[in-house]
């Protein structure tokens, strides 16, 4: 069965920090670049940033850039999300996908709350 399960979403106060996680089961994660989205109330979802299946190219959204990080660690099926210098507009549920090869694999999200 496919898993992907984000964890580590939360309140934190402008300026903080978070790291996401996203463990995935049930598919050759190896394989799959992996991206992180985010949906915000009443907004679309919308990329945050990706990384290639071996990690070797990560990209980000201009909005994020400089301020979250995107690594993997093959090994552990996990791909994180560092977040640093938090603002509120990063308030939203954030959601990891894994695609390959035609398939498309969601998690359930985790909510981001930045508020002082």
């Known amino acids: 069965q496919v898993q992907l399960v984000e964890s580590g979403g939360g309140l934190v106060q402008p300026g903080g920090s978070l790291r996401l996680s996203c463990a995935a089961s049930g598919f050759t994660f190896g394989y799959y670049t992996m991206r992180w989205y985010r949906q915000a109330p009443g907004k679309e979802r919308e990329l945050v940033g990706g990384i290639t299946s071996a990690g070797r190219r990560v990209n980000y959204a201009d909005s994020v850039k400089g301020r979250f990080t995107i690594s993997r660690d093959n090994a552990k099926n996990t791909v994180y999300l560092q977040m640093n210098s938090l603002k509120p507009e990063d308030t939203a549920v954030y959601y990891c996908?894994?695609?390959?090869?035609?398939?498309?694999?969601w998690g359930q999200g985790t909510q981001v709350s930045v508020s002082s």
């Open positions: 996908n894994g695609n390959y090869a035609g398939n498309d694999y």
